[in-house]
């Protein structure tokens, strides 16, 4: 990370947030979560990611990003953001 002309105390709030994403795993949780209840659903599903190397830490690590492209699989369901919108989930109508 370039920290020419960053404030000290940015850099360690910088820090500070890394390393609780590090050690909390909370992305990685919500997405295990939603990877399990989409697993026995017949109606939607999620695009699969292959786990990647993870260039800051050095290592591969599974995916855990912070949304998720959800499909319809119905063919009745032509408005996948209508359907999830009538039923309280917020999302972003995509192709």
Do not use: H
């Not at 947030?17 to 997405?31: A, I």
């Not at 295990?32 to 659903?41: D, G, H, P, Q, W």
């Amino acid at each position: 990370m370039n920290v020419m002309g960053m404030p000290r105390e940015t850099q360690l709030r910088a820090w500070k947030l890394l390393n609780v994403v590090k050690e909390d795993g909370t992305m990685r949780s919500r997405w295990e979560e939603l990877n399990k209840a989409l697993l026995s659903a017949k109606r939607f599903s999620i695009r699969e990611i292959p786990p990647m190397l993870c260039t800051f830490f050095g290592t591969s690590r599974g995916p855990s990003p912070a949304y998720a492209w959800l499909r319809c699989n119905w063919k009745e369901d032509e408005d996948c953001y209508g359907v999830l919108n009538s039923a309280g989930i917020i999302g972003r109508d995509g192709e």
